[in-house]
């Protein structure tokens, strides 16, 4: 492992390049989860049906740069978040471990899980607002509307227009749902990713390498999915709104099971899939390419240091 400055932009790089690949199913998902918002099926027009078809629509309707929306805040905000995620989650794992077994190479699944959803709840609270203006430039459709539309003419528009509108109060909107939500998904996405790789290796006789890694990834990015879509949901609704539509994390699930039905938490769930599965495959397998260029890097820069040291 590479130092955790390493780590963090090792994270980060590779988290972007996951985001080029997966965010046009992430628009879809997120206009999925907002449609029908607080309305029965019965009142609820349904203009996206599913993964393809809401690819299909936007494409036909928008062109690329309706799937591609706010893909400026996502790049900020995946290398905030997965940078603090990659970078963090050992250094905490180790001090967690030295702390309670005396050991740093003790593999425990309950220190592994803290230090999983500790790492990415705080990337979610540092990042909040580049995923709050990046759902709402998602959401917005000047063809097929969804839940509340906010015509931001960029990233730093929309930043400017909430700023000046909701003040620091209205960057942070739906910071609690943000770190609920992402801190179910990074309590089991290393600890999952790791524990495919050692089952992997021990079970099946797989060597280290990108067919390991790839494995790895699409195991722990099924179990991130199911476990993160319904606060995922929240989230989006959480920012999206304007006003008090919502008065918190715990009034936006109760209102959205009591007017659409417990499987409204759900909306979106293949689209998701969808995106995160190559998401977490591409992040977890191009962040261990990137951290061993950063060890690399980093063992130059300490050598050449060390030399000019030397008298």
């Not at 230090?115 to 430039?137: C, D, H, M």
């Amino acid at each position: 492992m590479s130092t955790t400055i390493g780590a963090f932009i090792a994270g980060g790089i590779a988290a972007c390049g996951a985001v080029t690949v997966t965010h046009g199913f992430e628009t879809v998902k997120i206009r999925l989860q907002l449609q029908g918002e607080l309305q029965s099926k019965s009142e609820a027009t349904r203009k996206y049906k599913g993964v393809f078809q809401g690819v299909s629509v936007i494409l036909k309707n928008e062109g690329p740069k309706g799937l591609f929306r706010g893909i400026g805040s996502a790049y900020v905000y995946q290398m905030v978040l997965n940078g603090c995620r990659l970078g963090f989650y050992e250094p905490l794992r180790k001090a967690t471990t030295t702390a309670i077994f005396n050991d740093s190479k003790v593999q425990s699944l309950g220190v592994n899980i803290f230090s999983g959803a500790a790492s990415g709840i705080l990337g979610a609270a540092a990042g909040s607002p580049f995923f709050l203006v990046k759902t709402r430039l998602q959401s917005f459709s000047p063809s097929l509307p969804v839940g509340t539309q906010h015509n931001y003419q960029n990233s730093i528009d929309g930043l400017r227009q909430i700023h000046q509108n909701e003040g620091i109060k209205g960057l942070y909107r739906g910071v609690g749902a943000a770190m609920v939500r992402t801190g179910f998904g990074s309590s089991v996405q290393l600890p999952t990713y790791f524990f495919a790789k050692r089952r992997l290796i021990k079970h099946l006789g797989m060597k280290e390498g990108l067919a390991l890694h790839l494995s790895s990834s699409a195991a722990s990015g099924f179990v991130v999915c199911c476990v993160m879509h319904p606060p995922d949901t929240i989230m989006s609704r959480m920012y999206n709104q304007t006003g008090n539509l919502y008065n918190g994390v715990f009034d936006c699930l109760y209102k959205t099971i009591k007017t659409e039905g417990l499987l409204a938490i759900y909306k979106g769930y293949f689209a998701h899939l969808a995106r995160i599965l190559p998401h977490t495959v591409l992040t977890l397998t191009l962040a261990e390419q990137t951290n061993k260029l950063m060890r690399k890097a980093e063992l130059r820069i300490f050598q050449n240091s060390a030399e000019t040291q030397v008298p």
